[in-house]
């Protein structure tokens, strides 16, 4: 076994070993809107915010398979938890897509939380030795506890020309709206971010059709193969999280099931029922088919990041159309057995509920939505032009 599987296994232990003081935490942290202090302490110990930084920077730089296996355990405790960690692992990995001198001042702490999105909004001017940056970002997902934050915004040039870039501003740089109130995900403090004439050198904005190509300036690569393709690999990343939602909901399941009753019937242990345990195969199943899908994605990212390349536009959109494939499969998974658990189940006390309502907002989220997913991939199957830059 290599030092990297080691490390992986030991970081996956860690988190599995913390899975029962995640659940506990649940209804606090939908309470607080946020995830506890001891769930990020509990992350920190486990090493879960090094498994993206590069090796050189003092981080386990862990290949992709290991970063889904460690995400999916975090959503296996807290879906909540499980989505911060997912969205801080992907854009700490972003980093790693800036030149040298960007990435030394993040890296300088090797367990590091980067928060962001790449929504373009707001404006970037050019200032002497850098930018001035303004606008909100709403949805901002881990900001609460970030480090660093990622804003994707518009550079206004000086010949009136624009250009989309992705600036990299500490989080103290800018200002949280007390605005997250959901029915689901509301443990992720998604709240919107706000910079007023904030100033950004120079190294630290890149263009963004260059961070979507691995093409910045004045960059050292990885090491190791870790230069995957941007939208495949933050995807791929998030449909982890909700494996292991769809992992943690099965496992809430049959902990409850054996002995209860069916109310209003002669049936005095639900188990036993017929319908039960059809609905727990098929729940496992879609589970099942969820996992494979997520395993074939690493394959090929690994692959294309140890040659040094891209995942080619079919590949890309494979992964597109497979990654919300899986999880609708998680997500019905899900909703199967929450429907087979009774009205009980609506107790706040009751955690599958908790993983029912954030599965179900996630789904909703747009990068992950069916519909459009499979219309990309349908295109590329069927030849003809993808028409869409977010691939």
Not at 47 to 54: A, G, H, K, L, Y
Not at 113 to 123: I, K
Not at 195 to 204: G, I, S, T, Y
Request: glycine share 8%.
């Amino acid at each position: 076994m290599t030092t990297s599987q080691n490390e992986a296994n030991a970081v996956v232990q860690a988190v599995a070993d913390i899975v029962p003081t995640l659940r506990d935490n649940g209804q606090k942290a939908e309470e607080l809107r946020w995830i506890p202090d001891e769930n990020i302490q509990l992350l920190e110990k486990a090493d879960v915010f090094r498994i993206v930084t590069p090796k050189r920077f003092g981080g386990l730089e862990l290949p992709v398979a290991d970063q889904f296996r460690v995400l999916a355990e975090i959503g296996r405790g807290c879906p909540s938890t499980g989505w911060v960690a997912s969205v801080w692992a992907s854009s700490t990995w972003l980093i790693t897509l800036f030149p040298d001198r960007a990435q030394e001042e993040v890296f300088a702490q090797p367990s590091v939380r980067v928060s962001g999105g790449f929504t373009p909004n707001g404006s970037i001017v050019p200032t002497d030795g850098g930018y001035l940056l303004n606008g909100s970002w709403r949805f901002n997902t881990g900001s609460r506890g970030a480090d660093w934050n990622i804003a994707t915004t518009v550079l206004e040039k000086a010949d009136g020309s624009h250009e989309e870039v992705v600036a990299l501003v500490p989080m103290a740089d800018f200002t949280l709206a007390d605005d997250w109130h959901t029915s689901s995900a509301s443990a992720t403090g998604s709240s919107t971010s706000t910079a007023k004439e904030v100033f950004v050198p120079e190294h630290r904005v890149v263009p963004y059709a260059d961070a979507i190509y691995n093409s910045v300036a004045n960059r050292t690569k990885h090491d190791t193969g870790r230069d995957y393709g941007l939208f495949s690999y933050i995807l791929a990343t998030t449909v982890a999280t909700l494996v292991g939602t769809a992992r943690g909901a099965l496992e809430l399941f049959l902990e409850r099931v054996p002995g209860r009753a069916i109310a209003y019937t002669a049936w005095e242990d639900q188990a036993q029922h017929p319908l039960t345990q059809i609905q727990v195969a098929a729940a496992a199943n879609r589970i099942a088919a969820a996992e494979a899908l997520m395993d074939r994605w690493a394959t090929v990212l690994q692959a294309r990041a140890d040659a040094g390349e891209l995942p080619t536009v079919e590949e890309k959109a494979a992964i597109r159309g497979e990654g919300s494939y899986a999880a609708q499969l998680a997500k019905e998974a899900v909703e199967i057995l929450y429907q087979a658990s009774g009205a009980s189940v609506i107790q706040r006390s009751v955690p599958l509920q908790r993983f029912f309502r954030d599965i179900e907002g996630f789904s909703l989220h747009g990068f992950l939505l069916l519909s459009s997913s499979l219309e990309l991939q349908g295109r590329i199957l069927l030849g003809i032009d993808e028409d869409n830059p977010l691939l």
